[in-house]
Structure formats: C-alpha cells, structure tokens
C-alpha cells in the first residue's frame, strides 16, 4: 500500500486549502482512511477519517465544522477540505489507512502511512 500525500502549503487564518491522499497498491473497498497531524514539540493526532465503503465521516472536535474528508473511489483518492483555518491548525498532515470498517482515533492502529505535507497558517 501506498499513500502520496499533496497539497499542503502557506496560508493566512481564515483561508482554506484541500488536502489530497492518493492511495495504491490494494483493494481499499474494505479500508478505513485517515488524517492526522503533528504540530512542532505535540504528538501525533487525529483529524478525520472516512470507511471507503462509505458511511458516516467521523472528526475530532477542534475541526468538526471546519474540515471536511470526502473520497472519490474512482480515482483512489481521499481529499481534506479544510475551511476556516485557524494558526493552531498549522502541523504536518499526514494521511493513513487501515485495514477494516471500524474507525479508531490512535495512530498506532493505521498500518499505512504517506509522508505528510506541511500546512503552515500565519495570522
């Protein structure tokens, strides 16, 4: 499995940027995927994940309301819209998959990982 994580960058508060994970190397009809974040000196945290078969997203709560994880199954690709940024979301993103239909929030249960992109939100 492999994961490409892309779209990060430098914006100011209150803007908004896309996230995108693009996923190979299996069958993800039966994959949960995952954002999460590192901001400097933190640990690791969830952000959002999304079973590929659908159902209901799940979020943490400092971005429910803000971010949005959605997937386009044609093209193996799980996006992170993130609207309203605040300067404590600036972290690098990194974006995960499991094998499964339940989510978990602990990092340590994602087997897969990209290789993060930087968001970076001044104010």
């Known amino acids: 499995v492999q994961l490409q994580a892309s779209g990060g960058g430098l914006v100011q508060a209150g803007d908004s940027l896309r996230l995108s994970c693009a996923a190979s190397g299996a069958t993800f009809s039966t994959y949960v995927m995952g954002w999460f974040r590192q901001a400097p000196g933190k640990e690791r945290e969830f952000v959002a994940a999304i079973r590929w078969s659908g159902g209901r997203p799940y979020y943490a709560d400092p971005v429910k309301g803000r971010f949005t994880i959605s997937r386009d199954n044609a093209k193996n690709t799980v996006h992170l819209q993130m609207n309203s940024l605040k300067p404590e979301d600036t972290a690098v993103y990194y974006c995960?998959?499991?094998?499964?239909?339940?989510?978990?929030?602990?990092?340590?249960?994602?087997?897969?990982w990209g290789q993060g992109t930087l968001v970076t939100v001044s104010s």
């Open positions: 995960a998959a499991r094998e499964g239909i339940v989510i978990y929030t602990d990092s340590h249960l994602y087997g897969y």
